[in-house]
């Protein structure tokens, strides 16, 4: 996600707005997959801090 970060930032805003909506457009199935190992017994309390970083990662990228 740094790679990904630092390559948006060089993006012409042509660019941004296509990256925007991309993300836009995977974060609910992205969503879905985290959520579903948030309800796995034992996974969530492992899996948590990553996936909270992973979706305000994606959030902001999503303003971007």
Known sequence: MNEVNSRAAQLSPEGKSFL???????TPAIN???DKVLATPGAADIAKPTI???RGRLDALARS
């Open 32 to 34: 879905q997959m985290c």
């Open 52 to 54: 909270d970083e992973l």
């Open 20 to 26: 925007v909506k991309l993300v836009v457009a995977a």
